[in-house]
C-alpha cells in the first residue's frame, strides 16, 4: 500500500491539557485536598553545620490541633538519596545514600529538624515555634576551597576521609601529551560559574494517606514516581506495590528540582499518615522552594585547548570542580554530564577529563534543566570561541571545521547516527544577520550603545542510557467503542508529552487525537524512570510506537481475515479501516465487532534502551549600555536539531523557555550566602528571574535531521535550549568590548568592573 | 470571624472570615475555587491574580474584607458556559501554555489590559504581564497570544 504522509505527527495540534489549564480546572499537587486532612509544616536548621543535641516537643504537642509530631528519633534510621539516578544505578556506578529524613547533625540552613502534622497550616507553623532544640554548632565550610582544607571539618564523617562526594569521574581518549605536543596553539582559561535555582513555578508538595484500597497513596509534584516509590519502599520497609506515587494528574514545571523526592515532601507527609493514621498534606512555602531544594550546582571549570595552525582541534583537557552542597544528590552524576557536554561537541583525537564534587554546608545541588551542561557548553565555546581569534579565523568556520560528523569516533558510549548541527549554524547565522553584525557598531544616535553579535553551539542527551537505568512501559489498548487508551507514568510537568505521546499512538492508529487519552504521572502504570533527561519523548515515545504499532498489527490480522483479503491490502486512516484503498467501516464499528467475537486489541511495550544527542546553534544580538553595564538581548536565535518535530509548536514553546533560563543563568540569576551561611536570595523578588521586560525576540529555527534510534525520527529536545546561551551573548561581549567574561552572571556591576579594569 | 458579601463569578457569595486572611486563601481554602494558584504568597509572581472590580489583584496579599460589596472574577469564571473568552482561546492556539501554573493568573492580567486597551503593543503587553512570572514559555508564546486575542476581542 503507498506510503500515506503523516496524518498527526509534525502537525501543531492543540495541547490536550490546554483547555484543563486556561479554564482553570487543571488540578496540581497543592490543590488536592481529602476529608480530615492534616496539614504540615517542617521545622528547619537556623545553622549551616551544627549537632541535634537535644528536641524537645513537649509544648509543641500539646498545642490544641496538633496531631503528630516526627524528628530523627521516631522515624527510620534509613539512608537514602533522594534522586532517581542513585535508586536505581546499574553497576559498576556506586550508589550515594547520605540522607535521613531528619538526622541528629543538620549540614546547610534549611535542613529538616522536625515536621508537625495538625488541623491547620497556621496550627502546625505555631507548633513548629514551640519546639526547642539545643544546638552544638560546628564550623561550617561554604565553599569548594574551604571543604577541600586538609583541615576542614567533614560533612559526612562517615563518608572517606575527606569531603569529596562518591569518587571522581575520568576519561581518556587518545594520547593527552600526545596531542599538546602536536598541537601549534593552546588556549587556556578558567570559569567559575553561579548557584541557580530552578524556580518551578508549583512549589514543592505531597499529600499521603492510607487510601481505599489499603494502600499508601502519596499524591506527589514528582518528575520521577516510580523512583520515588522505590524510595518510600525502603524507607519504610513497605512493598512497592503497597505504595501508590501519583500526580494529581499535573506538575507545576519541575526542571530537574523533583527528579525524585520533591525535596523531602513525601517521606515527610508519608511519616506523619503513618503516626497520625490521617490524612497529612506538606507544602513548601517559596522560601523553602530555595533554600530547602536542590539548586544547579555551582563550580569551576578549567580547559586547555590544542589545535594546529589550521584550525583543528587535537586535544581538549578538562577539569571541573563542583560544589555539591550538603548531600550527594546528583554531585557524582553531575561531572559525567560535564564530561559529555564539553567533549563530544567536536572531534578531539586526545582528550582528558577529571571532575569530582564536594560536599559544603550549602543547600544540596542537584539537577537542573539541561544537567550539567551550561557550566562545560559555557568553559568550552568560549575557549573554542578564542582559539578562532587567536587564528584569525571567523568563529563559525573555526567549528565547522571542527564538529562532529555522523560515525565520527567520540567519547560518548553510544554512536552519533545524526547530526544537523551545520545546517543549525547555517540558518540561524542567515537569521541573526551575523555578517551584517559580527563587526562591532555603536548605535548611531548613542555611542554610548554598543551593538553585536555572537554564537555558540551545543547538545544534549535524550535518555539517561547508559548512566542509570533508564526504560519506559507503555501500555496502548483499544476499547470496544473505539477510544484508544495509552498508559505511561511519564509525567506533564508542562513539556507536552501528553499530547506528544497521544500524537504518536493516534499517527500510527489511523484515530483522530480526539479518540486517544493518556495516562500519566502514575505509578499504577507500567515501570518507568520519570520526566528526566530530555527523556519523555525521545523513549516514552519509542514504547507508545511499539505498543501501538504492535495492537496495529492485531488490528488488521483481524480485519483481514473478517474481510478476507492479506493486511498489504488493508489501511487504518482517519478513523477508517481502509480495504484496497476505500473506506470500509468506521474503526469504532471494527472494535464493537471484535469485541462481540472476545476479541481485545492491547499490548505492553518496552522501548529500546538507547541514547542519541540532539544538537544546537544559537545566536545573540545584544545591546550593551556601557554607561550603566547593562546588557538587552535583543534577539536570540535558537536553532535546533530534535530530529523529527513531533510536534512543532510545542518544540518552540519549550525551546523559548529555555532560553529564557539561559538568559538568566547569563546575566542576572545566582544565589549567594551570608557570613552565617544563609542563603541571601530566597524569594523570587530578590532572586533576579527573568521577566517579560527583560529581553527581546527569541525566534526558533526547527532543523529535523532524522534519527534512526528514535520515534519517527525524534531525540530530546525538553532541557537543550539553555546552555548555548550564555557563551553565545559573552562572545558578543568580547566581540564588542575584547573583555573575556570568567564569571557569570554577567551583572551590570561586574561589568562595569570589567570595563573599568580593561581601560 | 467576619461575614463579607460579594460578587463571585457573576453569582453572590456570602461568607465568613478571619479579618487577617487574604484574598487567596479565601477563595481556595474556604471556597474550594483552586484556579488562583499560590506561587509565593508575597505578591511576587503573579500566580494568584484575580480581577477585583475588573483590575488584577494579586490575591495573596490582597485583604478578603475589602472585597465586600465588590465584583470578584477568578479565571472559572471567563467561559461563557461551552465558550472560551478569546483570551483562553489564544492561549490554546498559540501554544502559550506549558505547565499551566502561571496561566490563570496570565490570562487574568491580559484581560485587565485588554479591557482597558485595546490595541496594545508588543511593549505594552509586555509591561502588563511583568508582573507574572513564567518560568516555562519565556513569555514569547504568551505576548503572541495576548497580541492575538486583542484582534478578537477588538472585534467583538
Ligand atoms: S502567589 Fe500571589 S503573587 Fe505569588
Ligand atoms: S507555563 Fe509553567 S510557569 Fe508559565
Redesign the pocket.
Known amino acids: 500500500m503507498k506510503k500515506q504522509a503523516y496524518q498527526v505527527i509534525g502537525k501543531s495540534l492543540p495541547r490536550s491539557d490546554a483547555y484543563d489549564k486556561v479554564t482553570g480546572k487543571a488540578r496540581y499537587t497543592v490543590d488536592v485536598e481529602v476529608p480530615g486532612m492534616l496539614h504540615a509544616k517542617v521545622l528547619r536548621s537556623p545553622y549551616p553545620h551544627a549537632k541535634v543535641v537535644r528536641i524537645d516537643v513537649d509544648r509543641a504537642k500539646s498545642l490544641p490541633g496538633v496531631a503528630g509530631i516526627v524528628t530523627w528519633e521516631n522515624t527510620p534510621r534509613v539512608l537514602f538519596n533522594a534522586t532517581s539516578t542513585h535508586t536505581q544505578s546499574p553497576p559498576p556506578f556506586e550508589a550515594v545514600k547520605d540522607q535521613y529524613i531528619f538526622d541528629n547533625k543538620v549540614r546547610y540552613v534549611g535542613d529538616e529538624v522536625a515536621a508537625v502534622a495538625a488541623t491547620s497550616p497556621e496550627i502546625a507553623e505555631e507548633a513548629i515555634r514551640l519546639i526547642k532544640v539545643d544546638y552544638k554548632i560546628l564550623p561550617a565550610v561554604m565553599t569548594v576551597e574551604e571543604a577541600e582544607e586538609t583541615s576542614a571539618p567533614r560533612i559526612h564523617e562517615d563518608k572517606n576521609n575527606s569531603n569529596m562526594i562518591g569518587s571522581p569521574i575520568e576519561n581518556n581518549m587518545g594520547d593527552i601529551q600526545e596531542g599538546f605536543k602536536c598541537s601549534a596553539h593552546t588556549v587556556e582559561c578558567t570559569y567559575t560559574f553561579p548557584v541557580q535555582k530552578q524556580c518551578q513555578l508549583e512549589p514543592q508538595a505531597a499529600l499521603a494517606m492510607k487510601a481505599e484500597d489499603g494502600r499508601m497513596m502519596v499524591y506527589s509534584t514528582t518528575q520521577a514516581p516510580h523512583p520515588t516509590r522505590k524510595i518510600l519502599s525502603d524507607i519504610f520497609s513497605l512493598p512497592m506495590n503497597q505504595i501508590r506515587v501519583a500526580n494529581p494528574p499535573y506538575v507545576g514545571g519541575a526542571f530537574g528540582v523533583r527528579i525524585g523526592f520533591s525535596a523531602k515532601a513525601e517521606p515527610i507527609a508519608v511519616a506523619l499518615a503513618l503516626l497520625t493514621e490521617k490524612p497529612v498534606k506538606i507544602v513548601y512555602s517559596r522560601d523553602e522552594d530555595f533554600i530547602a531544594s536542590e539548586t544547579r550546582h555551582a563550580g569551576t571549570i578549567r580547559v586547555k585547548l590544542g589545535f594546529s595552525d589550521d584550525g583543528i582541534i587535537q586535544a581538549a583537557d578538562v577539569e571541573s570542580r563542583m560544589n555539591g552542597g550538603a548531600y550527594a544528590s546528583w554531585s557524582v552524576d553531575v561531572n559525567g554530564a560535564i564530561n559529555s557536554r564539553a567533549l563530544t561537541i567536536y572531534r578531539i583525537p586526545h582528550l582528558h577529563f577529571h571532575g569530582y564534587s564536594v560536599y559544603t554546608n550549602t543547600t544540596l545541588a542537584g539537577a537542573a534543566r539541561g544537567f550539567g551542561a551550561p557550566a562545560p557548553t559555557y568553559a568550552m565555546e568560549m575557549t573554542v570561541d578564542k582559539a578562532a581569534r587567536t587564528l584569525n579565523m571567523d568563529p563559525i568556520a573555526f567549528r565547522l571545521k571542527n564538529i562532529i560528523q555522523v560515525g565520527d569516533a567520540w567519547s560518548a558510549p553510544f554512536p552519533c547516527r545524526s547530526t544537523g548541527l551545520k545546517e543549525c549554524m547555517e540558518r540561524g547565522k542567515k537569521r541573526i544577520g551575523w555578517d551584517d553584525f559580527s563587526k562591532k557598531s555603536y548605535d548611531s544616535n548613542h555611542p554610548r550603545y554598543l551593538r553585536g553579535v555572537g554564537m555558540a553551539v551545543g547538545n544534549h542527551i535524550s535518555s539517561a542510557f547508559p548512566f542509570q537505568t533508564d526504560y519506559t512501559g507503555a501500555n496502548v489498548y483499544v476499547l470496544p467503542d473505539g477510544s484508544v487508551q495509552v498508559e505511561t507514568a511519564l509525567v506533564e510537568m508542562g513539556t507536552g508529552v501528553k499530547t506528544t505521546l497521544g500524537q504518536i499512538a493516534a499517527e500510527v492508529l489511523g484515530v483522530p487525537m480526539e479518540s486517544v487519552w493518556v495516562k500519566i504521572g502514575d505509578t499504577d502504570s507500567s515501570y518507568d524512570i520519570g520526566g528526566q533527561a530530555s527523556r519523555s519523548l525521545y523513549a516514552g515515545g519509542s514504547a507508545v510506537k511499539k505498543a501501538a504499532e504492535a495492537v496495529r498489527e492485531q488490528i488488521l490480522a483481524y480485519v483481514a481475515l473478517k474481510q478476507d483479503c492479506t493486511v498489504d491490502n488493508l489501511d487504518l486512516r482517519d478513523g477508517w479501516i481502509w480495504v484496497h484503498n476505500e473506506k470500509a467501516m468506521p474503526f469504532s464499528e471494527m472494535t464493537q465487532d471484535a469485541d462481540y467475537h472476545n476479541v481485545q486489541f492491547s499490548r505492553l511495550e518496552k522501548h529500546k534502551t538507547d541514547n542519541a544527542l540532539s544538537w544546537h546553534a544559537h545566536f545573540a544580538r545584544i545591546k550593551i549600555d556601557t554607561w550603566t553595564g547593562k546588557i538587552f538581548v535583543e534577539k536570540l536565535v535558537a536553532a535546533h536539531d530534535m530530529g523529527k518535530a513531533i510536534n512543532p509548536q510545542i518544540v518552540e514553546g519549550v525551546i523559548e523557555g529555555g532560553v529564557s533560563m539561559g538568559i538568566g543563568y547569563a546575566l542576572s540569576e545566582e544565589i549567594t550566602y551570608d557570613h552565617h551561611g544563609k542563603q541571601i536570595q530566597d524569594s523570587?523578588h530578590k532572586y533576579m528571574l527573568p521577566t517579560s521586560m527583560d529581553y527581546g525576540e527569541i525566534e526558533p529555527i526547527i532543523v529535523e535531521a532524522h534519527e534512526p534510534s528514535g520515534p519517527f525520527g525524534a531525540r530530546g529536545i525538553g532541557e537543550n535550549s539553555v546552555a548555548a546561551v550564555a557563551p553565545a551573548i559573552m562572545c558578543a561581549v568580547r566581540n564588542l568590548l575584547g573583555i573575556d567574561v570568567t564569571e557569570l552572571p554577567l551583572t551590570p556591576e561586574r561589568l562595569l568592573k570589567q570595563i573599568a579594569l580593561n581601560k | 470571624m467576619q461575614n463579607i458579601e460579594f460578587t463571585l463569578n457573576g453569582s453572590q457569595i456570602e461568607v465568613s472570615i478571619d479579618p487577617r486572611e487574604s484574598l487567596?486563601h479565601m477563595l481556595r481554602n474556604r471556597l474550594g475555587v483552586f484556579g488562583p494558584?499560590?506561587?509565593?504568597?508575597?505578591?511576587?509572581?503573579?500566580?494568584?491574580t484575580v480581577l477585583v472590580e475588573h483590575n488584577a489583584v494579586?490575591?495573596?496579599?490582597f485583604p478578603a474584607g475589602k472585597v465586600d460589596g465588590l465584583e470578584v472574577v477568578t479565571i472559572e469564571g471567563l467561559q461563557q458556559g461551552e465558550h472560551l473568552h478569546p483570551i483562553q482561546q489564544a492561549f490554546i492556539d498559540t501554544g502559550a501554555v506549558q505547565c499551566g501554573f502561571c496561566t490563570p493568573g496570565m490570562i487574568l492580567s491580559a484581560k485587565d489590559l485588554l479591557d482597558h486597551h485595546h490595541k496594545p503593543s508588543r511593549q505594552e503587553i509586555r509591561r502588563a504581564i511583568s508582573g507574572n512570572i513564567c518560568r516555562c514559555t519565556g513569555y514569547s508564546k504568551i505576548i503572541d497570544a495576548i497580541e492575538y486575542a486583542s484582534k478578537d476581542v477588538s472585534k467583538s
Open positions: 523570587y | 487567596l494558584k499560590e506561587g509565593c504568597g508575597k505578591g511576587e509572581c503573579g500566580a494568584c494579586n490575591a495573596c496579599i
